[in-house]
């Protein structure tokens, strides 16, 4: 479905615009989650632009590849939820959740698997990665495999039509375009086929580990997490990859791969060189100084720390208060998860329908059978 074949099927159809996104909790969040969606979460959220907003807490989807070590999901149920609200998520914008206490997400997925061949889903680029990363090569749990499917149920149960995603989550989104298309065209048109966002910052899409590796990752240990102190944000932003060939202060320098620089794409603005570096008008003109040499690692690194702690402090003040009253974020998780199970059962309702499985309310099914039997006899 095109642009804007898209918002006129919500126009003829009276559908909202709706957000549906989320996070695994199988660990604190990063300055990659932040960068990468949350951010924007909260100025989605905050723009009036959305109808709904739907933030889920994907547990089942966690528990697919941590199957033996459930009180690891268990604990960071709260910790995701704190870094949600650290981050500004508010939950009388929006409805925070939890995956596992919809049930009604299950039966979708269950119902969507016979529109999936076991061979469109080894073909998608994400899973293959994922399974490339955790070493299961003939070991896949078939709940991991089949996770696509299962992120599918998630969107189309409360009919979002936009999807937060980084880049390398794009495959995902696909997939679930084409399970709404060839479910909408075998059945009835109850599906909702939605719209990827993904960082307009590019440097956002995918932030690297301060080692340098291609994706920070809770399992690599190369993270800086929102939680992480100040102290601890110093030392890894000081510890960062950086250009293994620059190492005298005069030597020139290289942009690309280095670390330090890719986190400044992602988080420096121009106010904060007039705070913080004031003998550079912009990032660029800082480049171009590494470049040619005559620019050491520890200036750029003590700019990023300034820059990284003016935008930590704030998230870290509002956990610690949120902190202080738990049984709170566990009665939003609950309140959220009760909304959020009523319009996935709507939805569920509404695919029963189409696909003719409704039988038990189903009127006019029971008058025509009964009908049938009694002319029969």
Request: aromatic residues 8%.
């Amino acid at each position: 479905m095109l642009k804007n074949d898209f918002y006129g099927y919500m126009e003829e159809n009276k559908l909202g615009k709706i957000i549906l996104t989320g996070d695994r909790p199988t660990g604190r969040l990063h300055v990659g989650h932040y960068v990468g969606s949350l951010k924007r979460r909260v100025e989605l959220q905050n723009s009036g632009d959305y109808d709904k907003t739907y933030i889920m807490i994907a547990d089942a989807q966690a528990l697919t590849d941590n199957i033996e070590n459930p009180e690891k999901v268990r604990q960071n149920i709260i910790e995701v939820a704190l870094d949600y609200l650290a981050c500004g998520l508010d939950p009388q914008k929006s409805t925070l959740f939890i995956q596992s206490h919809i049930s009604e997400l299950t039966e979708l997925t269950f119902y969507y698997m016979d529109l999936v061949t076991v061979a469109r889903l080894q073909r998608n680029p994400t899973v293959k990665s994922e399974i490339q990363m955790r070493n299961f090569e003939a070991s896949i749990p078939v709940g991991f495999f089949t996770y696509p499917i299962s992120q599918a149920a998630d969107i189309t149960a409360f009919k979002a039509t936009t999807v937060p995603v980084g880049e390398d989550q794009l495959p995902m989104i696909e997939q679930t375009r084409e399970i709404v298309r060839k479910f909408n065209s075998v059945y009835e048109e109850v599906l909702v086929e939605p719209e990827a966002l993904i960082p307009q910052n590019q440097a956002c899409h995918r932030l690297p580990g301060i080692d340098g590796k291609a994706k920070m990752s809770k399992s690599l240990g190369n993270c800086i997490y929102l939680a992480d102190s100040a102290d601890d944000v110093k030392k890894k932003i000081m510890s960062m990859y950086t250009d293994p060939m620059h190492i005298q202060v005069s030597d020139p320098g290289h942009i690309e791969g280095n670390t330090v620089f890719t986190y400044l794409d992602a988080f420096s603005r121009p106010e904060h060189f007039e705070r913080y570096l004031p003998d550079y008008a912009n990032l660029e003109e800082l480049k171009a100084h590494y470049q040619r040499g005559g620019l050491g690692d520890v200036k750029i690194k003590k700019f990023l720390n300034n820059i990284m702690q003016e935008e930590l402090e704030p998230i870290r003040q509002r956990r610690k208060e949120y902190e202080k009253d738990i049984p709170t974020i566990y009665e939003i998780l609950k309140k959220g998860s009760e909304a959020a199970k009523e319009v996935a059962a709507q939805t569920l309702s509404e695919v029963k329908k189409a696909m003719k499985i409704n039988y038990f309310e189903d009127m006019e099914l029971i008058r025509e059978q009964a009908e049938k039997y009694k002319n029969e006899n």
